[in-house]
């Protein structure tokens, strides 16, 4: 059965793509299991090289993705071409990281001499869902491809276009045939795919039910896994931190990706004694985002990737409603026909027990909650299953270092929206999955560690 695309702007269908059949899949694994082979035989500082050039073709060839990126899942282009570049800055600082993290480590003993190695593992399985159809696949690949791995990626299969680009760039750098290549394949034929003797991890980016799938498909099998999951990032505003500045970084956040982004702000918990005039800007702010064309410079929101996810928004915002939240608007009001799009708002007074609260709004919904006490607050922040991002607003230091240790999140920032970076450690606690992409840790997760001693 072939995949479509659809622009989510227009509703229109813009690729279709045959899926491949076992022997299109067994192709596929036998070419990239030899160029593994060869390619983990090269020097460390080679793979590095060439993954610092892949950064610079990327950096070259990021309007032409950028484009492919908002046709397929409706970001803005100019979000799209950011996106691309930041996989660029990614190739780089893994290429700088690679020779001192990577390199043999000593270990003084009283043997001849006693060495540590990190080797490749050989093909790792990237399983890749729409929202960042070129980061969250480069923030794996760049560090996997620098320690020695071939690596394989199925896409989300509204975004195979996406992965196909992500692939032909990949291939301009001078990453051999099939070293990086796409499987278009469907759920129901990734288990095979895992439990191919070539591959020897698998890592999955998307939601929690989706994550304990994949994760126990790779116990099964004996095969390493990285799982980066869904989140509801809570983010406390304290009574005394910079309004205007919290406001704004708060809206900032929510509404990055049109709202599609698992790192995105989902719940504000804000003071009780500032609540009201935090919600009254929040509200204008949001009103003030431009919805629209994703081509158009000028628009800011996009629409939501799918038709599927934006009605199942709206379920939420209306079954949040029914539970006591105000809606600061009507998402429908005064869109184009055309197109998935939604306007953005504001849910306030959320109750903890509103069961929308317990969930994660993947869209440009934010809600607003209120507390009294320090300790509430935290209560509140850690009282859902999820634990990806979370930030603090306060002019107090303390506060804030206090909030930083107790806070149930894997990435924690203090007066500013969270998001990755490649020198940094990525991925959450609890229910938004384990392992980490980017920073030395990323380069560390797909290596086979070797232990040689000599008499």
């Known amino acids: 059965m072939p995949f479509s695309s659809v622009n989510p702007a227009t509703d229109e269908v813009i690729a279709t793509y045959a899926e491949h059949g076992p022997a299109d899949v067994e192709n596929v694994l036998a070419r990239a299991d030899a160029a593994q082979k060869e390619w983990g035989r090269r020097s460390r500082a080679e793979r590095a090289e060439i993954i610092r050039r892949l950064g610079e073709v990327l950096r070259e060839g990021a309007t032409r993705a950028g484009r492919i990126i908002t046709a397929e899942m409706g970001k803005p282009l100019g979000q799209a071409v950011s996106e691309v570049v930041k996989c660029a800055t990614a190739c780089s600082v893994m290429a700088d990281y690679a020779d001192d993290v990577l390199r043999d480590r000593v270990v003084a003993s009283e043997f001849r001499s006693s060495v540590v190695r990190s080797e490749p593992m050989g093909l790792i399985l990237s399983i890749m869902p729409w929202n960042f159809p070129f980061w969250q696949f480069f923030r794996f690949a760049a560090p996997a491809l620098i320690a020695g791995n071939g690596v394989l990626l199925k896409h ?19 990453l051999s045939d099939g070293l990086v290549d796409v499987l278009f394949i469907d759920v129901p034929a990734v288990e095979d795919v895992i439990a191919d003797k070539r591959i020897r991890a698998v890592t999955f980016t998307g939601s929690t039910r989706g994550g304990m799938a994949v994760g126990a498909l790779a116990g099964r099998y004996v095969k390493k896994s990285v799982l980066e999951l869904g989140g509801s990032d809570a983010y406390v505003v304290l009574e005394d931190a910079d309004l205007d500045h919290a406001v704004r970084t708060c809206v900032e956040s929510r509404c990055i990706n049109s709202g599609q982004s698992c790192i995105a ?26 919805v629209g064309d994703p081509l158009d410079a000028s628009t800011q929101i996009g629409p939501m990737a799918r038709r599927d996810l934006r009605d199942a928004l709206l379920d939420q915002i209306s079954r949040a409603v029914a539970a006591g939240a105000v809606a600061s608007d009507d998402p ?38 209120t507390f009294s006490t320090d300790d509430e607050a935290l209560r509140i922040a850690n009282g859902t299953s999820f634990g990806l991002g979370a930030a603090v607003f306060t002019k107090d230091s303390r506060r804030a270092d206090l909030f930083t240790r107790e806070l149930h999140a894997g990435n924690v920032f203090v007066n500013d929206f969270v998001r990755s970076d490649a020198r940094f450690p990525f991925g959450g606690v609890k229910d938004s999955g384990y392992g980490r992409e980017l920073g030395i840790e990323g380069l560390h997760e797909f290596v086979a560690v070797k232990t040689v001693v000599e008499v």
């Open 156 to 174: 989300a299969p509204t975004t195979f276009g996406s992965a196909l680009e992500a692939v032909r760039l990949c291939r301009e750098a001078g």
């Open 265 to 290: 702000a989902k719940r504000f918990i804000v003071h009780e004694g500032i609540a009201s005039i935090f919600t009254e800007r929040m509200i204008q702010l949001m009103r003030e985002r431009v």
């Open 332 to 369: 429908l009001r005064g869109l184009p026909e055309r197109g998935f799009f939604i306007r953005p708002l504001v849910l306030s007074d959320v109750a903890g027990n509103n069961p929308v609260a317990q969930e994660e709004l993947f869209g440009p919904v934010a809600m607003v909650m």
